[in-house]
Each structure stands twice: as C-alpha cells, then as structure tokens.
C-alpha cells in the first residue's frame, strides 16, 4: 500500500485547506483509510475514518462540524476539506490506511493502521 498526502500549508483563523491523499495498493472492499495528525509535543491522534465498506465517516469530537473527510473512486484520492481552523489544528497530517475493516472503538488508534503516507504540515496562525 502506497499513500501520498499534500495540501498543506499556513492558513489563518477561521480559514479553509483541503488535504489530499492518493493511494494504491488497497485490493479489499473493507478497507479502511482516514486522517491522523501530530502537534508538537503531542500523540498521535486520529481526525477522520472513511469505512470502505459502508462509506460512513467517523470524527474527532474536536473536528465535527468543520471538516469532512471524502473518497474519489476514479482517481483513488481521499480528502480531507478543513473548514473554519483553529490555531489548535496545527499540526503534521498523515492518512493512514489498512486493508480490513475495524470496530469503530478501535479505528481512531494509529497502531492499527499499517500503511502510513508522509506527513504534511498545517499552520494556522495570524
């Protein structure tokens, strides 16, 4: 598996970015595939799951409402559109994927995701 996240960068308060991530390799229909990010000093925490299966999406408590998180079958990208950011959203995003599918208790931890892309940088700053 193979996944590929841009789209960030510095944005100000109450500002908008869309993430993406281009991926390859998930050869299952239960996949599962979503966004983490890591502020500086801080854990890795999960954002947003999209369930392959079933399509539904799961949230963060401190994203809901603000950022929804989307699949494009023609071209194997997943979005990540950020609206109305916070100073505490910086941080480094990943997407991560696995190729079965997990109890929603389970899917916002980033031990159980195999497949990680590179990192890319969100700034929210005046």
């Known amino acids: 598996v193979q996944l590929q996240a841009s789209g960030g960068g510095l944005v100000q308060p109450g500002g908008s970015l869309r993430l993406s991530c281009a991926f390859s390799?998930?050869?299952?229909?239960?996949?599962?595939i979503g966004w983490f990010r890591q502020a500086p000093g801080k854990e890795r925490e999960g954002v947003s799951i999209?369930?392959?299966?079933?399509?539904?999406?799961r949230y963060a408590d401190s994203v809901k409402g603000r950022f929804t998180i989307s699949r494009d079958r023609g071209v194997n990208t997943v979005y990540l559109q950020m609206n109305d950011l916070k100073p505490e959203d910086t941080a480094v995003y990943f997407c991560?994927?696995?190729?079965?599918?997990?109890?929603?208790?389970?899917?916002?931890?980033?031990?159980?995701?195999?497949?990680w892309g590179q990192g890319t940088l969100v700034t929210v700053s005046s």
């Open positions: 991560a994927a696995r190729q079965n599918r997990l109890i929603w208790s389970a899917a916002f931890s980033a031990a159980q995701y195999p497949s």
């Open positions: 999209l369930s392959r299966w079933d399509g539904t999406t």
């Open positions: 390799g998930l050869t299952t229909n239960y996949y599962m």
